[in-house]
């Protein structure tokens, strides 16, 4: 879990992102309920793959955002915090979180 600063977006605009995990193990990028899948080496994107959703984001090469782009087309996503810190999706769905039966969770 790493936060991370805003290079310069707008006069005293400072957003922060944080490093998760997909539930497939890859790194996407957490800002305001929504994340962001790499697409090159510096470029991220929206991870949701709505069509016409075009949210994206720049870092630079010490990892701070240097433009941003945060106007998307669908809803954010509901996360949650684990007792352990970590992030985890919740479901759209009532269902069961198995392997998180004993842990609990803080959304926001």
């Given at each position: 879990?790493l936060t991370?600063?805003?290079?310069?977006?707008?006069?005293g605009t400072?957003?922060?992102?944080?490093?998760?995990?997909?539930?497939?193990g890859?790194?996407?990028?957490?800002?305001?309920?929504?994340?962001?899948?790499?697409?090159?080496?510096?470029?991220?994107?929206?991870?949701?793959?709505?069509?016409?959703c075009k949210?994206?984001?720049?870092?630079?090469?010490?990892?701070?955002?240097?433009?941003?782009?945060?106007?998307h087309?669908?809803p954010?996503?509901?996360?949650?915090?684990?007792?352990?810190?970590?992030?985890?999706?919740?479901p759209?769905?009532?269902?069961v979180?198995?392997?998180?039966?004993?842990?609990?969770?803080y959304?926001?």
């Amino acid at each position: 879990m790493l936060t991370k600063n805003v290079g310069i977006i707008g006069v005293g605009t400072a957003v922060y992102y944080e490093i998760v995990k997909s539930q497939r193990g890859k790194k996407l990028l957490l800002i305001d309920g929504f994340t962001f899948s790499k697409a090159n080496q510096n470029h991220w994107v929206c991870s949701r793959k709505v069509v016409g959703c075009k949210a994206r984001l720049k870092l630079d090469d010490d990892g701070y955002i240097v433009s941003l782009y945060n106007d998307h087309c669908h809803p954010p996503r509901k996360f949650a915090r684990t007792e352990t810190g970590e992030v985890v999706r919740m479901p759209r769905k009532k269902c069961v979180f198995y392997g998180l039966e004993n842990k609990k969770l803080y959304s926001f």
